[in-house]
């Protein structure tokens, strides 16, 4: 069963301050372009500045990265056997959901399914993983806390 994490929580530094979740496209908040595209899909929300009809919860203390925001999202699920990661900023990420499940299923010893860019570059924010290989990845790491998701991704078994 999928369940998602949509990370909603930065501080938009590299946007001068702007939360990111709030921007709107075409007259709507990017949180609610990714919520309702993810209508039916068990999900939580990861920010301490919203308030919405999903479940929202936020690392402690606020602020802490992605991956921080990863495991305390990771933490708020119920049960996944796979979990989607997506960053409130890419509105059309749910659409490449099904083709990471897809290629997960490809792979049983796979961890992680990611997005990669036109230009090769891997795409941590856009990813499904199994459940037991996130679990596995959060621990071998020293400290979530101001982590790149890409030193996530690395402590992976596999990646595809």
Not at 20 to 45: M, N
Not at 81 to 108: E, N
Not at 140 to 153: E, F, H, I, M, W
Request: proline residues 8%; negative net charge.
């Amino acid at each position: 069963m999928l369940q998602v994490i949509v990370l909603a929580g930065g501080r938009g530094a590299r946007m001068g301050g702007v939360d990111k979740a709030q921007v709107t496209l075409d007259g709507v908040r990017l949180v609610d372009h990714l919520v309702g595209a993810l209508a039916g899909i068990p999900l939580v929300v990861v920010s301490p500045r919203l308030a919405l009809d999903v479940p929202v919860v936020s690392e402690d203390p606020p602020f802490g990265g992605p991956v921080a925001g990863i495991a305390a999202g990771f933490g708020a699920l119920d049960s996944p056997g796979l979990v989607g990661v997506l960053s409130v900023d890419a509105p059309d990420s749910p659409a490449l959901l099904p083709s990471l499940v897809d290629a997960l299923r490809a792979d049983p010893q796979a961890d992680v399914a990611v997005v990669r860019a036109a230009d090769g570059q891997v795409q941590p924010l856009c990813a499904v993983w199994r459940a037991g290989g996130l679990r596995e990845a959060l621990a071998r790491l020293d400290t979530v806390r101001d982590q790149s998701a890409k030193k996530l991704l690395r402590a992976a078994e596999r990646v595809i």
